[in-house]
Nanobody
Framework: QVQLVESGGGLVQPGGSLRLSCAAS????????MGWYRQAPGKQRELVATITSGGRTNYAGSVKGRFTISRDNAKNTVYLQMNSLNPEDTAVYYC???????????WGQGTQVTVSS
């Protein structure tokens, strides 16, 4: 069983930046997509951004232009660079790794991101 370990969350002021990282403990055979989802209090979990093993990216409209997702396939790690953060970005951010054919679907434990002055 592969585990996803997230890091990089925390408290930041509006307009600030954070970088999240998510490392998989084992190999993730392709084709797959790694990504970030978030869940704010009282709301459903929503997609933030995904990136395929081939490098194709997809972003939620609310973060496009502010967030950048990237990955290092050799390290089985995905990153989320978050800039121009605002209070609406406050949520628990979850890492996900999913095989395109459905052979696996792993989730991390979540990391809290709080944007507040």
């Amino acid at each position: 069983q592969v585990q996803l370990v997230e890091s990089g969350g925390g408290l930041v002021q509006p307009g600030g930046s954070l970088r999240l990282s998510c490392a998989a403990s084992g190999s993730l055979f392709s084709p797959n997509a790694m990504g970030w989802y978030r869940q704010a209090p009282g709301k459903q979990r929503e997609l933030v951004a995904t990136i395929t093993s081939g490098g194709r990216t997809n972003y939620a409209g609310s973060v496009k232009g502010r967030f950048t997702i990237s990955r290092d396939n050799a390290k089985n790690t995905v990153y989320l660079q978050m800039n121009s953060l605002n209070p609406e970005d406050t949520a628990v951010y979850y890492c996900n790794a999913k095989h395109v054919g459905g052979y696996y679907d792993y989730w991390g434990q979540g990391t809290q991101v709080t944007v507040s002055s």
